[in-house]
């Protein structure tokens, strides 16, 4: 599978990244080329050859919660002892929130749920951790870049790859797989956490719920800053901000 990247420097880190998870099942294998070479360069386009994956039958696109916290388990035990080259967020909350301020966007009937996304904004950058401490993370472990295989679930798209908490990658995966209004939501919660505690310890329910007020606010903020306010990202902000609170009361079980 040959997969187009954005240059050498993200090359080389999911290069790394492959090489410390290898014989894990957690992502697809990057293979060498004829010559050895770890990636490549057509007309100044960075390429990399990935092994070939083959999707689960019926093209099955939920996996067990005790599944999906064991992959991400295995991810950060296999990451623990790995550095990055100090890639930066891209969706970074505060530059993005400065970005939506500065837009020209003047929100009259909205006012309510603005004010209501900026003390969440503010409580998020308030509890903001120095790097230190932190281990390598996927940066954006999204169902977008989950492979449903027919041996199992494994990750891809290593680009957003950084130095971060691990509740940071568990936020994303969680809130993007599973509706925490849903009757069934504790116990998907539970199987999620013990399934991640088989491969990795350090599990702090206390920090998922920070994170996932961090996951959901930064979403919401990047759509309004991309799109402004408008009757969808409106309700998808509000949404972002419900479900946050709803995590964070399941997260006391």
């Not at 290069?15 to 070479?37: F, H, N």
């Not at 950058?125 to 041996?151: A, M, P, Q, V, Y």
């Not at 971060?164 to 539970?190: K, N, P, W």
């Not at 402004?228 to 509000?238: H, L, Q, V």
């Amino acid at each position: 599978m040959l997969r187009r990247l954005s240059g050498t420097a993200q090359a080389r880190r999911e290069y790394r990244i492959s090489e410390a998870l290898q014989g894990q099942d957690v992502c697809p294998e990057i293979l060498r080329t004829r010559g050895g070479e770890r990636w490549f360069e057509i007309e100044e386009i960075c390429y990399n050859v990935q092994r070939f994956i083959e999707p689960a039958a019926g093209g099955a696109e939920v996996a067990d919660h005790a599944e999906l916290g064991s992959v991400a388990g295995k991810l950060h035990a296999g990451l623990r002892s790995e550095t990055t080259d100090g890639q930066p967020d891209r969706f970074d909350l505060e530059r993005k929130w400065q970005a939506f301020l500065s837009s020209g966007t003047k929100p009259i009937l909205q006012d309510p749920l603005i004010l209501r996304l900026e003390e969440q904004v503010q409580l998020c950058l308030s509890e903001r951790e120095e790097l230190t401490d932190r281990t390598c993370i996927h940066g954006d472990l999204g169902k977008w870049n989950l492979i449903f295989g027919s041996r199992g679930v494994r990750i891809i798209d290593f680009g957003e790859a950084r130095l971060g908490d691990r509740h940071f990658d568990l936020a994303a995966l969680l809130t993007s797989t599973t509706d925490a209004l849903e009757d069934r939501a504790v116990q998907y919660l539970s199987a999620y956490i013990e399934g991640y505690s088989r491969y990795a310890d350090g599990f702090d329910a206390s920090a998922l719920a920070r994170h996932i007020r961090s996951w959901n606010v930064r979403g919401a903020v990047a759509l309004l800053e991309h799109t402004g306010i408008n009757e969808r990202s409106a309700r998808y902000a509000a949404r972002m901000l419900e479900q946050s609170e709803s995590w964070a009361q399941r997260l006391r079980f």
